[in-house]
């Protein structure tokens, strides 16, 4: 199974400053038709995840712009420009190009 | 409005059996793969099985091969997950999540399932 290897796990943010988690996958996720099928979510406690970000680089709609997602191949980032304190919770990068899809083993940011 | 609405979720004791099923509106049922993902209590998130829009093509995750069976029936868009010799690792919440181009786009509020004597 692709491994997907987040860091850090734990990620302690002031409110209004950044925030970057690094996600890594074993393999390659670029897939023969040339897209990258990486994906980012959110899910805070006691809710089910939602998607911010899928190929990449694509906000789903009514993500705030201060999410951004980056990287290729095996390396890829999430970013929140200014961290607000609905933002707290669990972020989760996953592949959806090799089967078993994975998911990374999860980011919890909290306010410091 | 994309719904996804799981149930069937409860305690069960372990080599017991369980149908979860997953009630979807507010799209095309049948023009969608669809899957199961589940959280075990305190841990990260897994892809346990998938299928195509027909039935023809299903994967499962190697831990729950030849124990679960998904299943779908677009006349009445819904989605089914067979449970069978269910093991306490199987405890879980259930997630029915529509499958979309490598990634799962709309989630379910999850339904509960516990295995234990």
């Known amino acids: 199974d692709v491994v997907m290897t987040q860091s850090p796990l734990s990620l302690p943010v002031t409110l209004g400053q950044p925030a970057s988690i690094s996600c890594r996958s074993s393999q390659s996720l670029v897939k023969s038709d040339g897209n990258t099928y990486l994906n980012w979510f959110h899910q805070r406690p006691g809710q089910s995840p939602r998607r911010l970000i899928y190929e990449v680089s694509n906000r789903d709609s009514g993500v705030p712009d201060r999410f951004s997602g980056s990287g290729s191949g095996t390396d890829f980032t999430l970013k929140i420009s200014r961290v607000e304190a609905e933002d707290v919770g669990l972020y989760y990068c996953?592949?959806?190009?090799?089967?078993?899809?994975?998911f990374g083993q999860g980011t919890k940011v909290e306010i410091k | 409005e994309v719904q996804l609405v799981e149930s069937g979720g409860g305690l069960v004791q372990p080599g017991g059996s369980l149908r979860l099923s997953c009630a979807a509106s507010?799209?095309?049922?049948?023009?969608?793969?669809m899957s199961w993902v589940r959280q075990a209590p305190g841990k990260g998130l897994e892809w346990v099985a998938i299928m195509n829009q027909g039935g023809s093509e299903k994967y499962y995750v190697d831990s729950v091969k030849g124990r679960f069976t998904i299943s779908r029936d677009n006349a009445q868009n819904s989605l089914s997950l067979q449970m069978n010799s269910l093991r306490a690792e199987d405890t879980a919440f259930y997630y029915c999540?529509?499958?979309?181009f490598g990634s799962g786009d709309y989630w379910g509020q999850g339904t509960p399932v516990t295995v234990s004597s």
């Open positions: 507010g799209f095309i049922f049948s023009s969608h793969w």
């Open positions: 999540v529509r499958a979309y």
């Open positions: 996953m592949q959806g190009i090799h089967w078993p899809w994975t």
